[in-house]
């Protein structure tokens, strides 16, 4: 089993940046794909992005990419999401997920077997 603990969230204002963590415990992500979702208010759960945890590649939201970037910190069993330019609309509840079935990041939430509890972003204008 994997435990996903996510911190980071916050009240930004338009423009500013928020640094996501999720710590996973309980088992290594050697062979994961991890990824970030976000559910705004009133609305269903997005992708947000995903890697692989031993390299190779990433993949974006078209709404984020070039403003969010996904990371792992291989010491600290931890995987990242830099969020700068941050929008209104970016507004969401931040979710942690992990699955073990995939090969490759996928944007469905399907696969994704583990998921964190959530943290509350809010960027405000």
């Known amino acids: 089993q994997v435990q996903l603990v996510e911190s980071g969230g916050g009240l930004v204002q338009a423009g500013g940046s928020l640094r996501l963590s999720c710590e996973a415990s309980?088992?290594?992500?050697?062979?994961?794909?991890v990824a970030w979702f976000r559910q705004p208010p009133g609305k269903e759960r997005e992708f947000v992005a995903a890697?692989?945890?031993?390299?190779?590649?990433?993949l974006y939201a078209d709404s984020v990419k070039g403003r969010f970037t996904i990371s792992r910190d291989g010491a600290r069993n931890t995987v990242t999401l830099q969020m700068n330019s941050l929008k209104p609309e970016d507004t969401a509840v931040y979710y942690c997920a992990a699955s073990s079935r995939l090969l490759t990041p996928a944007m469905n939430t399907t696969p994704y077997g583990y998921w964190g509890q959530g943290t509350q972003v809010t960027v405000s204008s």
């Open positions: 890697m692989r945890w031993n390299g190779g590649s990433t």
């Open positions: 309980g088992r290594t992500f050697t062979t994961y794909v």
